[in-house]
């Protein structure tokens, strides 16, 4: 997810951050079987800042399967307007992705109270449009408080989180790690940053409509495999993003905020991670979500058309 705080973390763990040599290679994979998850737009990960209207344009012209979802800008549209909208979805077969959870979970209760007094709203409007997914990311790492610390406090939070999501709108809401080292150990306290310990979390949630949101980077940083996926019912995963990583930098000095677009580099096997996705049967929006400097430099339909080219690219290892 791209909100503030997350730029905010990420540019101080650059700064901190050395970097060396070293890469992976794709790993070949066999083809078979049918993939049911979309190929999917979410503007705001790739640097381009425009309403919802024009993200479903743009995904429209360029291909794409699903188009992320504006709570914010759904809320807005009247009755007819959002009638208009979903038409024009339905008649051009394009689906719905996922909307990112407005509520700061992650610093103190009186931040998450203040953050969350919106929420029932924003569910609300996200269901009246056909919405049904919504995700969010885990800070790495915290300063003051210890992992069981922070661990109560985020799963208490969340629990709250996730039982209006489900009450006012059926919505499901995936959890998100952050895998580099140079991120959760940039801070005093390591916290939540694999498919396991994020396991562990969802299982304190208690909540049945809290799943995954599955990184390809954070993923392969964390040292989690194709087995883990396969581990997961398709259910469990609410929304994917499939990302590179730049060459010739070890594993543990990768920095969050310098990706690569979908099969630029191979360090990162997406064949194996897309054919895993595949044969759990995973029907959400797979995205991309570079955090590029080239990429969002580009003009707007420079930038859809290249995040464009590179998933259909990568989707091609599993169709």
């Not at 399967?65 to 008649?91: F, P, R, Y």
């Not at 922070?150 to 208490?156: G, P």
């Not at 489900?166 to 499901?172: K, T």
């Not at 044969?279 to 995040?307: H, M, Q």
Request: proline fraction near 4%.
């Amino acid at each position: 997810m791209s909100e503030s705080t997350r730029r905010q973390f990420l540019s101080a763990v650059t700064a901190a951050a050395a970097l060396g040599p070293s890469a992976r290679a794709v790993s070949a994979a066999p083809r078979a079987g049918k993939r049911l998850f979309s190929m999917d737009l979410v503007c705001g990960a790739i640097g381009v800042r425009v309403d919802q209207a024009e993200a479903i344009d743009l995904a429209i012209r360029h291909g794409f399967e699903s188009v992320g979802a504006s709570g914010a800008d759904l809320a807005k549209l009247s009755t007819d307007q959002l009638s208009s909208l979903v038409g024009l979805m339905k008649s051009k077969k394009l689906l719905w992705g996922a909307a990112n959870l407005p509520v700061d979970f992650r610093k103190d209760d009186e931040t998450f109270q203040k953050t969350s007094e919106g929420l029932r709203e924003f569910a609300q409007a996200l269901r009246r449009a056909g919405v049904t997914r919504v995700g969010t990311w885990l800070m790495p790492a915290s300063d003051t408080l210890t992992y069981r610390q922070y661990f109560d406090a985020v799963a208490k939070r969340l629990r709250e989180t996730a039982r209006v999501l489900d009450g006012e709108g059926g919505l499901r809401l995936g959890l998100e790690y952050v895998g580099p080292k140079t991120a959760w150990a940039s801070r005093r306290y390591p916290f939540i940053h694999t498919l396991a310990e994020t396991r562990d979390l969802i299982g304190e949630i208690g909540q049945q409509n809290v799943g995954y949101v599955l990184d390809s980077w954070h993923w392969f940083l964390a040292g989690d495999t194709v087995d883990d996926i396969k581990t997961l019912a398709a259910r469990d995963v609410v929304a994917v993003d499939l990302n590179d990583a730049p060459a010739g930098i070890p594993k543990d000095q990768q920095v969050d905020n310098a990706r690569e677009l979908p099969l630029a580099t191979g360090v990162i096997p997406a064949a194996d991670f897309l054919l895993a996705l595949r044969d759990i049967g995973y029907d959400g929006p797979v995205r991309a979500e570079p955090f590029n400097k080239v990429l969002n430099e580009k003009p707007r339909e420079d930038a859809v058309a290249a995040t464009a080219s590179a998933m259909k690219r990568a989707f091609s290892l599993v169709d």
